[in-house]
Every structure is written in structure tokens, then in C-alpha cells.
């Protein structure tokens, strides 16, 4: 029996246009793909290149599809007074480079999607500042267990932060930040399996305008210090 091929399906309260858009234009792509970062491994601009523009298969602006990096195949396609966009992920094994990190990279296409979706309908045409955090361990983050649309407040990490569910899947969470200037948490975390016998936690933080991102930064990175082993430590 044939391996049902992951897809991701989010809705978009905006014109198909503005989403394809999104998806081609490098200073748009820099408002919700990923994270910041700077390393050994090159930026998020040569990221955003090397996925996007440098190894695309398909691009036709006039379907909205886009085919990229290892056959990852997005469709854009008007939805309900917006749009809708379906992620539909290479079949497994066709990239055998890639194998051990599919399962990664499907959650990794979860994140940005809702990242997304949180830019144009929240913040179009603004940019972020973000941060992010990995590491291993089994300890969940405590947090309301409300569907997508409901307003939550707790105590996060040293701080009282109010918002809404923004969305829920079977292993992440994403809720927006009233003070982080209307910002977006997204928190991942993924049982001990297989190729993560001791569990996994990721968190990105996008934040915006006067946001205090180094004092922010501070108190998470102690935080995750004393939850999580990190690739550092």
C-alpha cells in the first residue's frame, strides 16, 4: 500500500494575489519563512534563495503553483473570500538526502504556513524581528488547551502574555502575543521516537514594533537553558 504523501492546508483572509506574492518576492518571503540567523550554514537571505528561486521546478504565476527544492509542490486557489494554500510534500525516499529529515521538514512547512497566514492577514508589508530555540527533552510547555480563535492569558516565561489561539496541530501550537506589538509564538514539540529518542522542543517568537527583543531573548534563553538540552550545550 502506498505512503499517503503529507499535505498542509491553511486559509488566507487575503486575495490570491497578495499570497502569490508572498511566495515570490524575496522581501515578503523574509516576513515569514523561518527565523533570522547568521552561521556556519549561511543566512536566512541564502535560504530563502536556495528554496525558493535557486532549485524551483515549476513557477506559473498565472495558475499559482509553485514546484521547489526536492519536489515540494505549493498551489494557491481562491477560498471563501480569500485564498487557500495547499502544501503538498515530495513523496518519501526521493530524496535520499533528505530522508531522515522529512518528518523536520513537514513540521518546519506547518510553521511557516501559519507564519504566513499571520503576516498578510496581521501584518502585511511589516517586517519582524524574530528569535528561535531548539533542543531535546520531554517536558511539554503547559499550555491551554483551547482551538484556534480563542482568546488565552498565562504566564509564559517570566511574563503575563494575552492573545489568541492562532492555530493547532498535532504537534505544534501558535498563539499570538498582545505586548510582543502583536506578535506570534509558535511551539513545537515532538515525543521521544525513533530518530528523537529523548524528544524534541522548538519555539519562534515574531515580534514587532518597539519590542524589547534582547531583554526577551535574555529570559527565554535561560529559560530553555534549564528545560531542554540545547545543540550548543
Not at 514546484?67 to 510534500?89: C, S, Y
Not at 480563535?149 to 511574563?159: A, F, H, Q, R, S
Not at 502583536?182 to 514587532?208: C, F, I, R, T
Given at each position: ?26 522581501d515578503k518571503i523574509r516576513h515569514w519563512h523561518g527565523w533570522e540567523y547568521e552561521g556556519a550554514e ?53 530524496n535520499p538526502d533528505w530522508e531522515a529529515y522529512y518528518d523536520d521538514i513537514t513540521e518546519g512547512w ?124
Amino acid at each position: 500500500m502506498t505512503e499517503q504523501t503529507p499535505q498542509i492546508v491553511v486559509t488566507v483572509a487575503a486575495p490570491v494575489e497578495a499570497v502569490w506574492e508572498a511566495l515570490r518576492d524575496k522581501d515578503k518571503i523574509r516576513h515569514w519563512h523561518g527565523w533570522e540567523y547568521e552561521g556556519a550554514e549561511g543566512t536566512l537571505d541564502q535560504e530563502i534563495d536556495l528554496i525558493y528561486f535557486e532549485h524551483v521546478a515549476v513557477d506559473d504565476a498565472e495558475a499559482h503553483v509553485l514546484d521547489i527544492q526536492g519536489g515540494d509542490k505549493f498551489a494557491v486557489e481562491p477560498h471563501e473570500g480569500g485564498a487557500k494554500i495547499t502544501l503538498t510534500r515530495a513523496a518519501r525516499g526521493d530524496n535520499p538526502d533528505w530522508e531522515a529529515y522529512y518528518d523536520d521538514i513537514t513540521e518546519g512547512w506547518t510553521t511557516f504556513l501559519n507564519q504566513l497566514r499571520f503576516a498578510l492577514e496581521r501584518h502585511p508589508d511589516e517586517p519582524r524581528r524574530t528569535l528561535f530555540y531548539s533542543g531535546t527533552g520531554t517536558e511539554q510547555f503547559k499550555l491551554p488547551d483551547l482551538p484556534a480563535g480563542t482568546p488565552y492569558g498565562l504566564d509564559l516565561v517570566g511574563e503575563r502574555v494575552t492573545g489568541t489561539v492562532w492555530f493547532v496541530s498535532e504537534n505544534q501550537r501558535g498563539l499570538t502575543v498582545d505586548s510582543w506589538g502583536d506578535g506570534l509564538l509558535v511551539l513545537s514539540h515532538v515525543g521521544p521516537n525513533e530518530q528523537k529518542p529523548e524528544g524534541a522542543a522548538m519555539a519562534v517568537l515574531s515580534l514587532y514594533g518597539a519590542t524589547d527583543r534582547d531583554e526577551l531573548d535574555k529570559r527565554w534563553t535561560s529559560w530553555w537553558a534549564a528545560h531542554y538540552s540545547t545543540p550548543e550545550a
